[in-house]
């Protein structure tokens, strides 16, 4: 038997969870959402979880939130993790969102794992393997 | 109007993770591994991630684990989650060692996600 040890000091963080279909207006009222809470709680990271949805939003849409999360930049002020399904699809749509805001100065991860989000939003020290 | 977000404040913790055959003899030494290093990061929680782990363990031996560390935590006061492979095999036998650990006195949970004990782990307040 192997084993590693390792010290988790997880950030505190927001999460917004959607099922069913995700159209544009959806997207967009979500964003005012998170604004609204990223305003209140500015220490803590995001992390939007669309795992349970189906998206219906076009490449020009996707634009267009992120210019939407462009409008509150000055609200956001950690990192904003998005946690998706794990299709080729939904890859190539975040990757594009991630793109946009990328540009628009967010510091932005695509997830297929809730795992590696928890990852990225702690502060991660390993203290040994042993075997 | 609620909007539908979470807030998760996570305590930090100390993940520790097994891979191979888990015997007797190994858990014995993981349970004063452990105490040695909840001592000096005190107030943290424990994640024993077994995933990719088999055991051959009988019940005596979950009874011997489970007082290994009423032994060695005696003032241990946080969570203990267990993250185990989800097969009936498996949760049968988590079962009957969070009844020990619970005898114990422990806050001792199993799982088979992780995000399940992450959950667990965390204080989630719904804005």
């Not at chain 2, 560390?69 to 267990?82: E, G, L, T, Y």
Request: proline share 2%.
């Amino acid at each position: 038997m192997s084993c590693s040890l390792t010290l988790y000091k997880p950030s505190d963080f927001l999460r917004k969870t959607a099922t069913g279909k995700m159209d544009l207006a959806r997207s967009l009222q979500a964003v005012h959402d998170l604004a609204q809470a990223a305003d209140f709680h500015r220490d803590g990271h995001i992390l939007i979880d669309v795992r349970e949805t189906e998206s219906t939003i076009t490449h020009l849409e996707q634009m267009r939130l992120a210019m939407e999360f462009g409008n509150y930049r000055h609200l956001f002020h950690n990192k904003i993790a998005i946690l998706i399904p794990p299709t080729s699809e939904r890859i190539e749509k975040a990757n594009l969102l991630k793109r946009c805001m990328d540009a628009e100065g967010f510091e932005i991860k695509v997830f297929v794992a809730f795992e590696h989000v928890i990852e990225w939003f702690s502060e991660v020290e390993p203290l040994g393997e042993t075997t | 109007m609620p909007l539908g977000i979470k807030v998760y404040q996570t305590r930090d913790f100390i993940r520790k993770t097994a891979k191979g055959t888990i015997d007797l003899e190994h858990s014995l030494k993981v349970v004063r591994e452990l105490a040695t290093t909840t001592s000096y990061f005190k107030g943290h929680s424990i994640l024993l991630d077994l995933r990719d782990t088999e055991v051959d363990d009988d019940h005596t031996d979950a009874l011997q684990v489970a007082a290994e560390f009423a032994n060695q935590f005696r003032s241990f006061k946080n969570k203990i989650a267990v993250i185990v492979p989800d097969t009936a095999e498996r949760m049968a036998k988590a079962e009957f060692m969070r009844t020990c650990m619970h005898l114990e006195g422990f806050q001792w949970e199993f799982f088979m996600a992780y995000e399940d004990a992450i959950d667990w782990l965390s204080d989630i307040t719904e804005l």
